[in-house]
DNA sequence: TTGACATATAGATGAACATCAATATATAAT
DNA sequence: ATTATATATTGATGTTCATCTATATGTCAA
């Protein structure tokens, strides 16, 4: 099930902190190391886990690699959550450019 | 963080399937126990973990206690995520009655 | 090629948690 | 009250997994 893997992905504090920072822009491990509290080794496991799950989009720079969120990932999962838990309901517009 | 509470709780298979047969109708204890492969106290225990979660409705009627999944509650978590980790997404119409 | 830096991997440890059997509680019927 | 049925709780056990230290790999500069 695709679902369990997205849920799993979202059920640690650290992982959504990580999410979190890396939300909106491009960062190398180091600078999200700098802004959460574990070592490189636990990122670079988390970083690990969201990549395999897709959840994470890279960039090799010289030594350093860049990473951020797939946003559009999310949102397919939520909708699939939606879809498979919530099939009832009228989603309307969440959001709108 | 909410989201996390919303994350640890979709993060297990058995509990993705209680939700799922108890999605779209009322369903007594033992219907679910009937429905999927683990004992009555398993299920009894992951209910209690959707309904302190607020993402189960209950109901009871003798000695038995209807168990319904809170759509509503279901999609607000995943606006929710949505709005946390993918807040530069137009989300457009998902679905509409 | 050597040294410095960035990131990944391996292995160990501890904590969180899913599961079960056994038992308790609650409700209804006789 | 007693019995039967439905659900909840308790306590034990095993597994999953987050975290750490230590080390390996990869990349660049001198």
Redesign the pocket.
Known sequence: MELLDFG?VL?????QKIMKVCCCQKL????I?AQI?????????????L?DAGLVL?E????????SLNQKKVVSGCCALADTFAPDMPLEIIRKE
Chains 1, 2 share one sequence.
Do not use: W
């Open positions: 799993k059920a640690d504090e650290t992982r190398t491990v180091s600078e190391v509290d574990v070592t490189q080794p636990t990122v670079s496991h988390h970083l690990k886990v990549r890279t090799r720079r010289g030594k350093e690699i860049y990473y």
